[in-house]
């Protein structure tokens, strides 16, 4: 099994940047694909972007291209999403997650195809 620990989330006015890690343990040799997906209050959970390992592709959602982008660190196996330009409806919890293949890169920004989870972290920008 893998465990996913994300940090880095807090609040900042509009305009502004974070960065989140997200740090993977156990059997991380199963892990193809680490992403990061968001759920805003009342809403479902989505996409935000998605990294295969060795950072080969990259895939991200309409809403924050050219905003964010991820990344991904091998010792450890940690993956990274830089957030820049915030804007207020970025706010809400986000999650890493990873899996290992897919059987189609269309299907990487699918949550529903996603199996492993972390606690998430919470990111919040005021306007």
């Known amino acids: 099994q893998v465990q996913l620990v994300e940090s880095g989330g807090g609040s900042v006015q509009a305009g502004g940047s974070l960065r989140l890690s997200c740090v993977a343990s156990?059997?991380?040799?199963?892990?193809?694909?680490m992403g990061w997906f968001r759920q805003a209050p009342g809403k479902e959970r989505e996409a935000v972007a998605a990294?295969?390992?060795?950072?080969?592709?990259?895939y991200y959602a309409d809403s924050v291209k050219g905003r964010f982008s991820i990344s991904q660190a091998n010792a450890p196996n940690t993956a990274y999403l830089q957030m820049d330009n915030l804007k207020p409806e970025d706010t809400a919890m986000y999650y890493c997650?990873?899996?290992?293949?897919?059987?189609?890169?269309?299907?990487?920004?699918?949550?529903?195809?996603?199996?492993?989870w972390g606690q998430g972290t919470q990111v919040t920008v005021s306007s």
């Open positions: 990294i295969r390992a060795g950072g080969s592709s990259t």
């Open positions: 156990g059997s991380t040799l199963s892990m193809t694909y």
């Open positions: 997650a990873s899996r290992g293949t897919f059987s189609s890169p269309a299907y990487v920004l699918r949550e529903r195809d996603w199996n492993t």
